[in-house]
């Protein structure tokens, strides 16, 4: 399997996986009108054939124990369970911050739901592997919850009308950001230790995991669901645009390839899974940037809301320059 070790080509997948990690949900944007539930399906189809194809082309480039077939037919129970678990809390994780986007949108979803997540997997994911200096990592994290602080803020004084649904959007946010932050130790697990899983098989076996959570929680979603409109069917979906199916599909596909792009950073000797997963995290910030700038989030916002938008920039750009040179950076 191919596996960078040299840490600027590390770098490079990990800013790779921070760009997919917060471009996808551009996919969603694309298909108004469309339950996100509906979309989900596509999503996870999505998820689930990128992951096929990165362990086939990457995971298998030269063979060896951790090539992606040969990795899979060693690796143990527990292992594979570690990974599986990863998948499931990761899917309604997942499920939360689509109805926080549907509610939210993206510039503020992301930033409080992801942004918090960074917090608390960067936080569990250093005690199951303390790599990098403890200070530049917890300070950069600091200076992120800053960002996440001065984001909600806007969010609050931008929605001077809806503050039950703006509540719900927060609400929902949090609850999506703390599970988000739990999925990625799970992981960590998976590839630590004899008949472990590398980083395209534990992908793989992650997204598996996804795909069987995703049956009775997306369906319960759909009966029930979180952003207070009428509950969907299946006939909505086979009745959708052929490019809504497409762009879920490719919603997915993205976000399995920074996922894949994530986990083989992590496995780098250098780096780590705490360092891997908090660069990564800074799909918070490029989502952000998706949400003001190019979906206009922010236009008929007050001018106090967006003010704080700069601010809220400023503080993730630093707080994740700290976080990317912490693995270089002597303790």
Known sequence: MYQPEAYAIAL???VGSMLCWGSWANTMKLTPGYAFQLFYWDYILGILAASV????????SGGGDLSFFNNLRQADTLHLTYALLG?????VANLLLVAAIDIAGLAVAFPVGIGLALVVGVLLNFIISPKGNSVLLFGGVALVVTAIVLNAMAYRR??????????RGIKIAVACGILMGLFYPFVAKATTGERSLGPYAVAFV???????CAIPVNYFFMRYP???SAPVSMKGYFSA??????WGVIGGSIWCTGTTLNFVASHAQIIGPAISYAIGQGATMVSAIWGVFIWKEFAQAPPNAKKLIPLMFIFFLVGLGAIAVAPVVGQ
């Open 226 to 228: 979180l952003t207070g």
């Open 12 to 14: 490079l997948f990990m």
């Open 158 to 167: 931008r929605e001077v009308e809806r503050r039950t649904l703006s509540a």
């Open 241 to 246: 645009r052929p490019s809504w199916h497409l």
């Open 53 to 60: 194809l990165w362990g086939v082309t990457l995971g298998s």
């Open 87 to 91: 998948g499931v809390i990761f899917n």
């Open 206 to 212: 992650f997204a598996v995991g996804t795909a069987l």
